[in-house]
């Protein structure tokens, strides 16, 4: 079972509409949940970061995690042509080699 | 300003050459870092640096050797080129350890012909 799974799209929505993006992990050793943002020939930049399981609201932003299950969610509200991008999640361990490790990333286009 | 730049831009070259790219931060942050984003966008970490020490080294061929002068310069440097050195390779700094922000360079698009 690969330690991160991200669903690589590509997903295509209308300006407006809600959009779920989702990753899947099965190291039970992170701690720590982010969700990255690049547009294309960009680099990466945070866009959410979360520690503990539950929702965590930034604007039309909602990061979900369930520890339980191993998987977390990004749900964008309101969704905008500037919201095209490809999302990254990420995750890190605690101790040890602290390292970022990243879902494969899943390119999502916003429509006008 | 920009926070962490990254020469060059692009970089295309023949196999089997040495070439090196440079990464500078102006963040004042003590953490610096060399991901490698592969034609799939997948993104892996390669080194860390914590105050010019080497504190993460992930399974990367000894081709690749990091470089830090300071601890707002953190250059790479790759000998023997191969095709499958092939890669977008992106800079990244933080304040302290991992747990802190990653801020991200706009990557090195290196193309090995």
């Known amino acids: 079972q690969k330690e991160v799974e991200q669903d690589p799209g590509p997903l295509s929505v209308p300006e407006g509409a809600i959009v779920s993006l989702n990753c899947t992990y099965s190291n039970s050793a992170f701690q720590y949940f982010m969700w990255y943002r690049q547009y294309s020939r960009k680099g990466p930049e945070l866009l959410m970061y979360?520690?503990?399981?539950g929702n965590k609201e930034d604007g039309r932003f909602t990061a979900q995690v369930d520890k339980s299950s191993k998987y977390i969610s990004l749900f964008i509200r309101d969704s905008q042509p500037s919201d095209s991008a490809t999302y990254l999640c990420?995750?890190?361990?605690?101790?040890?080699?602290?390292?970022?490790?990243f879902g494969k990333g899943t390119k999502l286009t916003v429509n006008p | 300003d920009t926070a962490v730049s990254q020469t060059p831009k692009y970089l295309v070259t023949q196999m089997g050459n040495d070439k090196s790219i440079k990464c500078e931060q102006n963040l004042g942050h003590d953490t610096m870092y060399w991901y490698k984003q592969d034609s799939k966008k997948f993104l892996k970490i390669m080194f860390s640096y914590n105050n010019k020490e080497l504190i993460i080294n992930e399974t990367v061929p000894n081709r690749f050797s990091p470089k830090s002068p300071d601890k707002a310069h953190l250059n790479l440097h790759i000998n023997s080129l191969e095709l499958g050195d092939s890669a977008v390779y992106f800079c990244?700094?933080?304040?302290?350890?991992?747990?802190?922000?990653?801020?991200f360079g706009p990557g090195t698009r290196l193309t090995v012909l």
């Open positions: 990420a995750f890190l361990t605690q101790g040890g080699s602290e390292k970022l490790v």
């Open positions: 979360t520690y503990s399981s």
């Open positions: 990244a700094s933080s304040q302290g350890v991992a747990t802190d922000t990653q801020y």
